[in-house]
């Protein structure tokens, strides 16, 4: 309630009335009742503060939707249906045409032999075309024996700080099937923006 009122008051009409009908609540100077600035005033900002509520309930309704929306995951036990509020760093998660993409994510493979699909960023910087993004060789063909041995194995992504520059990613994935513990070398892939999904709708191809 109180950071509706000040987001009502943050408005030059508002202000107006509220300056205007305290000056007319003093006798000596007023040329009009009170009542007359502060009804209109009491109605503006009612009305403001109840299309603030509304605009809450769908954003809240929104967020719902967007936090049961249905996922799978992938791992050594095989597929999991679960839900984009229950996704975690370090998840493997299986998309298909048409899905959001839940978080920023790497692209590991895809179901065409070139490891490529194709993702519509629209709502990030309004442009429609789809963008090409590449699975590494490496990664595409050795995925399922990935999968199997994540129990024993030690995948790890690093990169650097979230940057505002869409266009603009770089990082390293690191596998190795010694543990973390041993910090021994493994199999290091360079990745970059054509393998980085921004949170998005993703049409795969």
């Given at each position: 309630m109180p950071g509706s009122l000040l987001i009502q008051f943050a408005k030059v009409t508002n202000d107006f009335y509220l300056i205007n009908g305290i000056f007319q609540s003093i006798p000596s100077i007023s040329t009009n009742s009170p009542l007359a600035s502060f009804v209109p005033m009491a109605f503006i900002v009612l009305l403001g503060m109840l299309k603030e509520l509304l605009a809450d309930l769908k954003r809240w309704q929104d967020d719902k939707r967007t936090n049961q929306r249905a996922y799978t995951r992938v791992g050594p036990e095989g597929p999991v249906q679960i839900q984009s509020q229950d996704i975690r760093v370090g998840d493997i998660l299986e998309l298909h045409d048409g899905q959001m993409v839940p978080a920023d994510c790497v692209l590991l493979s895809t179901q065409q032999e070139s490891g490529q699909c194709f993702v519509q960023t629209a709502s990030l910087d309004g442009e429609r075309n789809l963008k090409p993004k590449v699975a590494l060789r490496g990664l595409q063909d050795n995925?399922?024996?990935?999968?199997?041995?994540?129990?024993?194995?030690?995948?790890?992504?690093?990169?650097?700080?979230?940057?505002?520059?869409?266009?603009?990613?770089?990082?390293?994935?690191?596998?190795?099937?010694?543990?973390i513990e041993s910090k021994e070398s493994g199999r290091n892939y360079e990745i970059d923006l054509k393998q980085f999904l921004h949170s998005v709708r993703i049409p795969l191809n």
């Open positions: 995925l399922p024996v990935l999968l199997k041995s994540l129990g024993s194995a030690h995948l790890e992504i690093e990169c650097e700080e979230p940057d505002r520059n869409l266009y603009y990613f770089r990082g390293n994935l690191r596998y190795s099937m010694e543990s």
